[in-house]
């Protein structure tokens, strides 16, 4: 059972904007740990897509914006494309354990 | 640049051990990062099964770690995971990922994955 918690899906025509949702607790992300973000496509490995809470590796479009407040982490995809649809894990740390978020299918109506 | 591949059997018997390796390519097992192991069940998110330093270090999820042991061989370059005593919620797809160390509250993440095994476990 996940300690991070996002929404089952999220959908979004092309061009809109989404964002997706990553809550914790006092001891993960409320403890001051970043959060990292992964994007999945349908049948291939997890590709690191954010770090460090809002850093873009290098490749990754600036459509991709992350963000953190509190206890909570969100991902935010602007003018959302097609080759978009996957899905979306957060990641981050918690008693001494990497732990991920429960995953996050993105659909592009 | 830095490949990893996974390879071992994709079929195991209840009761017995998965036996998974994963290959680093491109760049040295004795860099300054963790090697990790990750599993997902079909149609599942990601879970964490544990990581290994050069040195030998490891450490588990606490949800497995009486039954995992990830091991490294360093004049093979590779890294190996054994999962006992499995049953079908083993069933799922494993990926060997380096992990890297940004610092203070950066903590860790995974820079570099596998393509992804898939081992069922079944008679």
């Known amino acids: 059972q996940s300690v991070l918690t996002q929404p089952p899906s999220v959908s979004g025509a092309p061009g809109q904007r989404v964002t997706i949702s990553c809550t914790g607790s006092?001891?993960?992300?409320?403890?001051?740990?970043?959060v990292h973000w992964y994007q999945q496509l349908p049948g291939t490995a997890p590709k690191l897509l954010i770090y460090?809470?809002?850093n873009r590796p290098s490749g990754v479009p600036d459509r991709f914006s992350g963000s953190k407040s509190g206890t909570s982490a969100s991902l935010a995809i602007t003018g959302l494309q097609a080759e978009d649809e996957a899905d979306y894990y957060c990641?981050?740390?918690?008693?001494?354990?990497?732990?991920f978020g429960t995953g996050t299918k993105v659909t592009v109506l | 640049q830095v490949q990893l591949q996974e390879s071992g059997p994709g079929l195991v018997k209840p009761s017995g051990t998965l036996s998974l390796t994963c290959a680093v390519s491109?760049?040295?097992?004795?860099?300054?990062?963790?090697w990790s192991w990750v599993r997902q069940p079909p149609g599942k998110g990601l879970e964490w099964i544990g990581e290994?330093?050069?040195?030998?270090?490891?450490n588990y999820n606490p949800s497995l770690k009486s039954r995992v042991t990830i091991s490294i061989d360093k004049s093979e370059n590779q890294f190996s995971l054994k999962l006992s005593s499995v049953t079908a919620a083993d069933t799922a797809v494993y990926y060997c990922?380096?992990?890297?160390?940004?610092?203070?509250?950066?903590?860790?993440?995974?820079?570099?994955w596998g393509r992804g095994t898939l081992v069922t476990v079944s008679s």
């Open positions: 006092s001891s993960n992300i409320g403890a001051g740990y970043d």
């Open positions: 990922a380096r992990i890297y160390y940004c610092g203070g509250a950066c903590n860790w993440y995974f820079d570099l």
């Open positions: 990641q981050s740390y918690d008693s001494s354990l990497k732990v």
């Open positions: 460090g809470n809002s």
């Open positions: 290994i330093y050069q040195s030998g270090s490891t």
């Open positions: 491109g760049g040295s097992i004795r860099s300054s990062n963790w």
